[in-house]
């Protein structure tokens, strides 16, 4: 019994550590149900990671042992041909700053932007408030290809195709950004806001000294998932970009995936590029993996 | 900063103790009451706050979402892109030729095909992750759970680039196992019947991650006593998951479906990088297809009918789905 009333224990979040620790050491947890647990998630694991695996050696193997049959599945001189070549071809690090710009850009604004509405929403009483934060949650449910054509047409007439403005200006303030902070600016009590106001604090000033460093948990979330959806995009800066200078990583990537003249058989040099786009986000997201689980989990919760 | 949050705190602190919501400094008018004085500061200041997202929604949201639907009536293509106006309204011959044309057709069925086999599998796939994770092990828990979680945060262009490479016949992955064991690869993404299977393990591999941290937020919020009330009851591992988990889970369940849905409603890279809607346009979907002919052929007013049939099926669906589930918890 012992081994099954222990996940109960674990599952209370906020005792975790304390009630995790103990038991695990002194209970005899070595039954076959346990096990049989064990090796099936490490059996997905496996599964799930085999095409990173198969990504990240192949970007180092030889032309010579990428077609071997059978196969080879460890290189056995491990070569940096392929990242050599692909760079020759593809100006990656131009690419790179491109993303990097474009997703700085939309997280700082985005940040600004939906905190400002978010605490409207959440703290302050004005008309036409309810009717906004419904506009908001409409907006969350529109999928964001049905904009893509007049999008461009306007980007076109603004003169704003092949510029940074033009890839970021529609990602600007998302309405889940907005969602996001409202919903944790009200757990931030009434009084505390009354009092400021009452040593005769304006609206600005309290929203920036003392609403945003009480979010900064949500902040940090927000700007995660921004980043992310902005390095991750396609679909529009494939479209508002014509200029090859002007690409993302993502766009160049793909053009270069799909055009048989450049990379055509050579799947080494696209594993390459591949490791070099997923890399930074994986990275990064091992690093954060907390505020990942804990911002999806929050925004599903709501 | 640090002394005003700290006066701030004391003061709210009390107020509070003194039993008075409304604050002594705007006199009567207190916020909650929602008098004149503060109603008035709080309207501007509200608006203020609100105009830098309303303006951005305005023209990047809510203009193109009605530019589609009227350039939906016109025969709008590739001169009207400087010259917008110009373009003539032709009432709904747009839609009408929409449901005859083979390819749309084949498009919506194929986006159909993608969602019914792969958000179940997402779900199920899901769930059953987050169950192990939650009820089986103390160990290494973080571990599965970030590598279950790793493929969502891929771009995925790049993840579609290597599944390309890993379904490859000759020298893919899947080919050199299959070889270890004597075995010849079909080729996934070159046959008809393949490839839209392939391209829905690529993405049920890709979702699964989203899905499970949802339901592993949903199974902790389940108390603890419940579960051990059912235990006492003799109540088997079957019974339980069936009994409590799955009806206490059924927000998340909703929630983690339309979420799902919607995002595989719109697939598009996976097709684009993978088989281009390739073999015979077996993986042909509705954004690709729309993709195609507003941006590689300026049809632009073919491409918002399309875009808004996609819209209202995107809406039905979610309002069906949040009707389905819902009248279950009863």
């Given amino acids: 019994m012992s081994a099954t009333s222990a996940p109960g224990a674990v599952s209370t979040a906020p005792s975790k550590k304390p009630a995790d620790t103990p038991p695990s050491g002194t209970k005899k947890a070595r039954n076959p149900k346990r096990v049989l647990v064990y ?67 939309v997280t700082v604004s985005n940040l600004v932007f939906c905190s400002m509405l978010g605490y409207a929403l959440a703290k302050l009483n004005f008309a036409g408030r309810n009717k906004i934060f419904g506009l908001v949650l409409g907006a969350l449910m529109v999928p964001g290809n049905l904009m893509l054509l007049p999008l461009f047409v306007l980007m076109s007439k603004l003169q704003l195709i092949d510029s940074y403005a033009g890839l970021v200006l529609p990602f600007a303030a998302g309405a889940f950004g907005v969602f996001l902070m409202r919903q944790f600016m009200q757990s931030i009590p009434d009084e505390l806001l009354e009092a400021a106001r009452m040593d005769g604090a304006g609206e600005w000033y309290i929203f920036w000294r003392i609403v945003m460093p009480l979010v900064k948990p949500a902040l940090a979330t927000l700007s995660i ?50 490791l070099l786009v997923v890399l930074p986000v994986v990275v990064l997201f091992i690093a954060l993996q907390r505020h990942f689980t804990q911002g999806i989990a929050t925004a599903g919760m709501k | 900063m640090r002394t005003m949050t700290a006066k701030a705190a004391q003061s709210a602190k009390a107020q509070a103790g003194s039993g008075t919501s409304g ?101 199920g796939l899901g769930l059953v992750v987050a169950v192990l994770l939650n009820n089986g092990i103390d160990r290494a828990r973080t571990f599965f ?27 893919g992955l899947v080919a050199g196992l299959l070889s270890e064991v004597g075995l010849t690869s079909p080729d996934f993404l070159g046959s008809e019947t393949l490839a839209m299977p392939s391209m829905i393990a690529m993405a049920v591999w890709r979702n699964l991650g989203t899905v499970m941290v949802l339901f592993i937020a949903g199974l902790q919020a389940i108390p603890t006593e419940v579960r051990e009330a059912a235990r006492l009851d003799g109540a088997g591992v ?50 690709l297809n729309m993709y195609r002919e507003g941006f590689n052929f300026f049809h632009m007013g073919y491409a918002s009918a399309m875009a808004y049939v996609l819209f209202v099926v995107i809406m039905g669906i979610t309002v069906l789905q949040l009707r389905l589930l819902k009248d279950n918890t009863k």
Avoid at chain 1, 67 to 84: G, H, Q
Avoid at chain 2, 96 to 113: H, P, V
Avoid at chain 2, 147 to 167: E, K, Q
Avoid at chain 2, 246 to 257: F, H, K, S
């Fill in chain 1, 225 to 274: 998932f921004t980043f992310l959806g902005s390095w991750n995009n396609f679909v529009w800066p494939l479209i508002a970009t014509n200029d090859p200078d002007k690409y993302t990583l993502p766009v160049a990537l793909a053009t270069f995936a799909t055009d048989p003249n450049k990379a055509g058989g050579s799947n080494g040099m696209l594993m390459a590029g591949s």
């Fill in chain 1, 39 to 105: 090796v099936l998630l490490s059996v997905g694991l496996l599964i799930m990671s085999a095409p990173f695996l198969w990504m990240a050696l192949s970007a180092f193997k030889t032309q010579q042992e990428l077609t071997a049959s059978p196969p080879v599945w460890i290189p056995t001189e491990w070569t940096l041909d392929n990242f050599r070549e692909l760079l020759d071809k593809l100006d990656l690090p131009l690419y790179f700053m491109n993303s990097v710009i474009v997703a700085v850009l």
């Fill in chain 2, 238 to 287: 079957w019974q339980e998951f069936k009994g409590i988990t799955v009806p206490l889970l059924r927000p998340t369940l909703l929630y983690a479906t339309v979420i799902t849905t919607i995002g595989y409603l719109n697939v598009f890279e996976e097709p684009f990088v993978m088989t281009q809607g390739g073999p015979s346009d077996s993986t042909l979907t509705v954004s």
């Fill in chain 2, 23 to 123: 604050s002594p400094a705007t006199g009567p008018a207190g916020r909650r009451g929602g008098k004149k004085a503060s109603m008035g500061v709080q309207n501007v200041a509200g608006w203020l706050f609100s105009t830098p997202f309303l303006v951005l929604f305005l023209v990047f949201m809510a203009f193109p979402i009605i530019a589609t639907l009227v350039m939906s009536f016109t025969d709008f293509g590739l001169r009207n892109v400087t010259h917008p106006l110009d373009a003539n309204f032709i009432g709904f011959e747009n839609y009408i030729k929409l449901f005859s044309d083979e390819k749309f057709l084949k498009s919506l069925f194929n986006t159909a095909y993608f969602v019914v086999i792969g958000v179940p599998l997402t779900i």
């Fill in chain 2, 145 to 171: 759970r970030v590598g279950f979680y790793a493929p969502v945060v891929t771009t995925i262009v790049a993840v579609a680039v290597v599944w390309r490479f890993v379904l490859d016949p000759s020298d």
